[in-house]
């Protein structure tokens, strides 16, 4: 059953991948261009619609359709990894800032600790 799945994704990741060019809108063009002489010939306004609609229109854009999509996957993919490399840069940004603001901190201690002592020291005397 699995191979039977992977067999048919495989299908049709090629299918789409030759599908989804300009050079298969080209040629579904051309074959669409065949049959125009004929439905121009018919004389008819409902053949000649037909023809655009169901000939033309649908062959022709359905590989232009999906190049574009391609186009602005490629695009979309390039802002989410340029996202991720500026969000791992202000991690990393956020993470140093935290470790200087632990040593601060640990100086401040540090420091009230030995103003603290010195208090002390004052009130004995």
């Known amino acids: 059953m699995n191979s039977i799945k ?3 994704t495989r299908v049709a990741e090629k299918i789409t991948s030759l599908i989804s060019t300009m ?3 080209y040629l579904f063009a051309a074959i669409a261009l ?3 002489p004929a439905a121009i010939k018919s004389g008819s306004v409902v053949i000649i619609v037909a023809w655009i609609a ?3 229109l649908q062959l022709v854009l359905l590989s232009i359709i999906m190049v574009g999509q391609q186009v602005a996957g490629a695009a979309l993919e390039q802002k989410i990894n340029e996202t991720h490399e500026a969000s791992l840069g202000e991690f ?3 993470k140093e800032a935290r470790r ?4 601060e901190l640990a100086q401040i201690k ?3 600790a030995e103003i603290h002592a010195i ?3 004052i009130e004995k005397r």
């Open 34 to 36: 065949i049959s125009l």
């Open 119 to 121: 208090l002390k020291d």
């Open 54 to 56: 169901q000939t033309f």
């Open 6 to 8: 992977t067999f048919n």
């Open 23 to 25: 050079w298969c809108a």
């Open 92 to 94: 990393e940004l956020a």
């Open 110 to 112: 540090s420091m009230a």
């Open 100 to 103: 200087i603001a632990d040593q």
